[in-house]
């Protein structure tokens, strides 16, 4: 019982580094979803992805890649990190886009950036 | 522009204390209203749908409710493993968004 599964969990980079979060799920969901959560503002949607080979932008998009070549996984890309980026990641999964859809969420990835 | 509003951000009850929680929204066509717990280190955790004024969903001490600008999650009798922090969102029009609030941490405590 897998689900949605996140690596890495910790993550300490240096501002100018890059790195990439791994998402996969093994449910079989058509959408994807990559959030930050910060302090007091919630979750906010960076990037999302409707169906294998397809992504598109969310709320706060900017500083960020993503990239979805296989349907089970997306990849969430910092070219160049900066310190404004440091927050909780976290993928989420839905079967598909109908609405009442609910969300399945990964354990999320803690990012440092210095 | 849509957005979700959750209050308290903090509420601290003693076991066996009911009280609500809020969550206010305004958005373009409302698909779906949302609850989830998220516990500390974790991801959330789905508890509820409600898509129409005038729903009600209940699962062991909660339940939600729905009407036109706001939700509530009403919690009776808590007990210490309530404590979590619970999460509003709601679907637009446009299926593939949600827009998320705060949340409200809640604490009981024993």
């Known amino acids: 019982n897998a689900g949605v599964t996140q690596t890495p969990k910790f993550r300490v980079l240096k501002t100018g580094q890059s790195m990439t979060l791994l998402c996969a799920q093994d449910?079989?969901?058509?959408?994807m979803y990559w959030y930050r959560q910060d302090p007091g503002m919630g979750l906010r949607l960076i990037h999302y992805?409707?169906?294998?080979?397809?992504?598109a932008k969310g709320e706060v998009p900017d500083g960020y890649n993503v990239s979805r070549l296989k349907k089970q996984n997306f990849l969430l890309g910092l070219e160049s990190a900066a310190p404004s980026q440091t927050s909780v990641y976290f993928c989420?999964?839905?079967?598909?886009?109908?609405?009442?859809?609910?969300?399945?969420f990964g354990s999320g990835t803690q990012l440092s950036v210095l | 522009e849509d957005q979700v509003t959750q209050s308290p951000e903090a509420l601290r009850l003693q076991e066996g204390e009911s009280s609500s929680l809020n969550c206010s929204y305004t958005?373009?066509?409302?698909?779906?209203l949302f609850w989830y717990r998220q516990d500390p280190g974790k991801g959330p955790e789905f508890l509820f749908t409600?898509?129409?004024a005038g729903e009600e969903k209940e699962k062991e001490r909660l339940k939600a409710t729905l009407t036109k600008k706001e939700s509530f999650l009403h919690i009776t009798a808590p007990k210490p493993e309530d404590s979590a922090t619970y999460l509003c969102?709601?679907?637009?029009?446009?299926?593939?968004?949600?827009?998320f609030g705060s949340g409200t941490k809640l604490n009981v405590k024993p």
């Open positions: 989420a999964s839905a079967k598909s886009g109908t609405a009442n859809e609910k969300l399945f």
């Open positions: 449910m079989n969901h058509e959408y």
């Open positions: 992805s409707v169906g294998e080979g397809t992504t």
């Open positions: 958005v373009s066509g409302l698909r779906g």
């Open positions: 409600l898509y129409s």
């Open positions: 969102a709601v679907q637009a029009y446009n299926f593939n968004k949600f827009y």
